[in-house]
């Protein structure tokens, strides 16, 4: 295997909350000189058939994957599912049940905005015209588009986050189940972004231990543009679980500019790499 290998193995097309199509966003990876890319949606599978085939025609190695909700203790955990047969029928059953579990909860959250005064009429009707299964980030960008806040974050930090006026916690499947879904569907389960959840340290350590038992493969060693502070301590947390490790940019956007395509994610040499076996 090739230790400069380019691998991004956690990145979002306009199929959910990013903005580029899965064609678009497959050039974007060759002109940064990534060499292996999945496609990890949210709860969808619909830009794979063209990102296979826009990853060909840049010579690009793609690794058909989703990014599925969950929840594990009240808190909603993200799994990926990486190497997966998009037409596996449970996992398409599940998935179909996610997309209409997010669109009743956009419905209820446009009704808790309408409640605090902003038209969530009219939000819901802009989301609805936004491609994708529409997430979170589709609402906060209609309400940055409509003047209500400056920016997403203001959004999330307002009415959208954990607790706040107009966040409705979805009713996602439980972990363990996402787990088998995605092994049932000849995937590979990676736990997301493991350092973001609000949880305490021995908490964290269950909730690998619970991925672990449940047949998950890896955690996500290196994630995001915050990774550096993070690498360290879930690289610990996968040997101690004997899992993989995994690396994903998590990227959304080409004008988040701290968190570029083709950055280099390096996995420290401790943990085994959850793509072992797949790429040589
Ligand atoms: P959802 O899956 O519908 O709960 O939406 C979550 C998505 O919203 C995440 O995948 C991010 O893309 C985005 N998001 C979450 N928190 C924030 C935040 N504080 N600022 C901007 N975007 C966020
Ligand atoms: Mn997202
Ligand atoms: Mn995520
Ligand atoms: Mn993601």
């Keep these: 295997m090739n230790p400069d290998l380019k691998i991004d193995l956690h990145t979002h097309s306009n199929r959910s909350d ?12 060759a002109a940064a000189g990534v060499e292996v890319i999945a496609l990890t949606d949210h709860d969808t599978v619909d830009g794979l058939e ?37 037409g596996g029928p449970a996992l398409r059953r599940e998935l179909d049940a996610q997309a209409e579990r997010r669109r009743v909860r956009m419905r209820k959250m446009c009704a808790r905005l309408e409640k605090c005064g902003l038209p969530g009429t009219e939000l819901l009707a802009a989301v609805e015209a936004q491609p994708g299964l529409p997430t979170r980030a589709h609402l906060a960008s209609a309400m940055v588009a409509g003047g209500h806040v400056d920016r997403a974050e203001e959004a999330f930090r307002k009415y959208l986050g954990a607790g706040k006026s107009a966040n409705v916690a979805a009713e996602w499947p439980a972990l363990v189940a996402v787990v088998g879904l995605i092994r049932a569907a000849g995937g590979v389960a990676v736990l997301a972004h493991p350092a973001r959840y609000a949880l305490s340290a021995g908490a964290r350590r269950q909730l690998v231990a619970d991925f672990a038992a449940a047949g998950g493969a890896a955690l996500e060693v290196v994630s995001g543009a915050n990774a550096a502070q993070h690498v360290d301590a879930v690289a610990a947390l996968a040997r101690k679980a004997g899992l993989e490790g995994s690396v994903g940019s998590d990227f959304h956007n080409p004008q988040l500019t701290w968190n570029p395509l083709g950055r280099s994610l390096k996995l420290p040499d ?11």
Excluded: K
Aim: proline share 7%.
């Design 50 to 86: 063209e990102a296979r085939q826009g990853a060909a025609a840049h010579g690009l190695c793609l690794v058909p994957g989703v990014e599925i909700s969950c929840t594990w203790r009240a808190q909603g955990i993200h799994v990926l599912g990486l190497w997966i047969d998009p």
């Design 18 to 29: 990013g903005t580029l199509t899965p064609a678009q966003l497959m050039a974007h990876a």
């Design 270 to 280: 401790c943990v085994a790499p959850v793509w072992r076996g797949y790429i040589t």
